[in-house]
């Protein structure tokens, strides 16, 4: 069976960009799981709160972490493998949990989480 993309029919392109869609839209459900996760557990265990928000340089030091993290990943994703991709795709997922936990200062609870919910519903539900 001769491999070129003229070989695939119509139908047989769109059910394998259906599957690759429902990859990415999983994938990104889990990560805004992780985040919200990272989130609400730094924001409601003192100690840790208490490190991200007790000194005004560390939220500054993880939002040039995230981006970074991310410009790092990006120039390095096509010579990582899948699980080291995976895992620093995890660790970013965190470490955006962690700064967003600062928003409990400014929004309640409910409304984080609400807004949370709804985007990885939308993910989950666009996968599908």
């Not at 996760?37 to 993880?62: E, K």
């Not at 410009?71 to 965190?94: D, I, K, P």
């Not at 470490?95 to 709804?118: D, K």
């Amino acid at each position: 069976m001769e491999n070129s993309p003229r070989s695939m029919s119509i139908d047989a392109v769109a059910a394998e960009q259906q599957r690759f869609m429902v990859r990415v839209y999983n994938w990104m459900a889990a990560g805004l799981g992780i985040t919200g996760f990272m989130a609400y557990y730094v924001a409601n265990t003192p100690t840790f709160f208490n490190i991200v928000m007790g000194n005004p340089i560390i939220p500054i030091v993880l939002i040039i972490a995230q981006i970074g993290l991310v410009f790092w990943l990006a120039s390095r994703v096509m010579q990582m493998s899948v699980s080291q991709a995976t895992g620093v795709f995890l660790l970013y997922a965190g470490l955006t949990g962690i700064t967003f936990s600062t928003l409990f200062v400014v929004y309640t609870a409910a409304s984080i989480t609400a807004t949370f919910m709804v985007t990885a519903g939308t993910f989950g539900a666009m996968s599908i």
